[in-house]
């Protein structure tokens, strides 16, 4: 099998980055220069229409969407590593909802503080309460999951805290801090200390 990753340090792609890492998966890497619009020329936009990292090719078919590529990663690699719940389990199914939770749900409620905080016609101090407001109502939910587990799904680490950490980690990057949130703080730490995820920004 063939992988192509095009990718870009510390960008969207950082999280697929981490998960290959996780999953020790051998691929290709290439680089593209987000910053100098390297995503908007043709020869890339020929493979990702939609013009961002990241974007994964497998077998000459690109998947553009970092959340379909993680989903994509688990099935194919992550289960044989007992990285991933197998298929038509209670577990695949919690995996798949919480991952889209964290790229839906809560990654709204961030991109809406990250907005309302910037420099920018956008900025608002009371649009950037209401989005605080929001994200913390969903680190409360967050919270309650993990206060009778360690992990997402359970007992062991899965992709799916690698996809929901990722998401929470840049959401203390713009400013919806996990502190007063005691189980999501612990767990955070543990994640972002695993070795996957060093060096790969």
């Not at 020790?24 to 290439?30: C, G, L, Q, S, Y």
């Not at 593209?32 to 043709?42: A, F, H, K, L, V």
């Not at 101090?125 to 992990?151: E, F, K, N, T």
């Not at 062991?156 to 690698?162: F, K």
């Amino acid at each position: 099998m063939s992988l192509v990753f095009y990718w870009h340090p510390m960008s969207s792609a950082t999280p697929v980055a981490c998960a290959l890492a996780e999953l020790d998966v051998p691929h290709d890497r290439v680089r593209i220069d987000i910053r100098n619009g390297e995503q908007r020329t043709p020869e890339y936009l020929a493979i990702n229409p939609n013009g961002k990292v990241p974007c994964l090719v497998v077998d000459g078919t690109p998947i553009f969407e970092g959340l379909a590529i993680h989903l994509w990663l688990g099935a194919r690699f992550g289960v044989a590593k007992g990285l991933w719940p197998a298929e038509d389990t209670p577990e695949r199914l919690q995996a798949m909802s919480w991952c889209a939770w964290a790229y839906v749900t809560y990654m709204a409620a961030i991109h809406a503080l990250r907005l309302a905080t910037m420099d920018g016609p956008l900025r608002s101090a009371d649009h950037a309460s209401v989005a605080l407001h929001d994200a913390r109502q969903l680190l409360d939910i967050l919270d309650a999951r993990l206060a009778d587990r360690p992990w997402m799904l359970g007992p062991a680490y899965s992709l799916a805290d690698l996809v929901v950490a990722q998401v929470v980690g840049y959401g203390t990057y713009v400013g919806a801090g996990v502190e007063g949130h005691a189980h999501v703080q612990a767990w955070l730490a543990q994640v972002q200390a695993r070795p996957a995820m060093q060096g790969e920004a």
